[in-house]
């Protein structure tokens, strides 16, 4: 039963996203001449990617904490990253950011076209090349006052622990003077398994955004870093609530 439920799912989701595209293509045309940091089309995104969880009858997600995530100004926020779905349930938080993602997801039909009308930014792991230009990007970014969300593990978990945290997200934080946001995600492993598509059964995910983190209070970006693993590794341990 949970095969079929897989297919028809992806299905509904391959099909009903060249309409979601097309309507935000217009939406990044309408805006773009008064809305310089797409912030609608983000918003727009964001209804498109939770759409799918709150339509799967398999999953319940509450979100807790959005208020920490700022309308306006910079921040550099830091999430775990256990499964494909996070990226629809960070989308959740209904506030303006722009995604760092690997570059191969921006070779997606339809929605990888949709993340660079978005202006996200991508990055090719092991390339220290696209590192330099993943920073470079992020730096015009929070320069112009859009927050950045990455998963600072680099890549998601294969076994369910927190990974070590990579340090660019931090020295964004230290360099441009922007609160670190951590974010804990609950619940997501079990929903889809690290390789394959078939969904599992009912599953309750949480994002739980946590306290923001002054880089000025820390003597430097590991310390820094460190404090936002603590953080969320703390969170990750307690009970679902």
């Known amino acids: 039963m949970l095969r079929l439920f897989s297919v028809a799912y992806w299905a509904f989701i391959a099909l009903s996203c060249v309409v979601f595209f ?9 805006t773009l001449p008064f809305d310089r940091r797409r912030v609608v089309l983000h918003l727009y995104s964001s209804a498109w990617a939770s759409f799918y969880v709150y339509v799967n009858p398999l999953w319940r997600l509450r979100v807790t904490g959005r208020d920490r995530v700022p309308w306006r100004g910079p921040a550099v926020l830091v999430a775990n990253h256990a499964s494909l779905i996070d990226i629809l349930v960070l989308f959740a938080l209904f506030r303006p950011f722009k995604w760092v993602s690997k570059e191969e997801i921006f070779k997606v039909p339809l ?32 320069a112009a006052g859009s927050s950045v969300i990455i998963f600072p593990e680099g890549r998601r978990t294969p076994d369910g622990q927190l990974q070590a945290f990579k340090n660019g997200a931090f020295e964004l ?27 599992r059964d009912h599953v309750d995910a949480h994002v739980r955004v946590l306290p923001p983190l002054d880089p000025a209070d820390y003597p430097d970006v590991g310390a820094l870093r460190d404090a936002a693993r603590a953080a969320i590794e703390a969170d990750l341990l307690k009970p679902a609530r």
């Open 173 to 199: 934080s230290v360099r441009h003077h922007a609160p670190i946001i951590p974010v804990a995600v609950h619940g997501t492993r079990a929903a889809l398994p690290r390789h394959g598509l078939i969904l």
């Open 22 to 30: 097309v309507v935000a293509a217009v939406v990044w045309a309408v």
């Open 111 to 142: 929605i990888g076209w949709n993340m660079r009308l978005n202006d996200y930014v991508p990055l090719k792991r092991g390339s220290g090349a696209s590192v330099r230009e993943m920073m470079a990007h992020c730096d015009r970014l929070l």
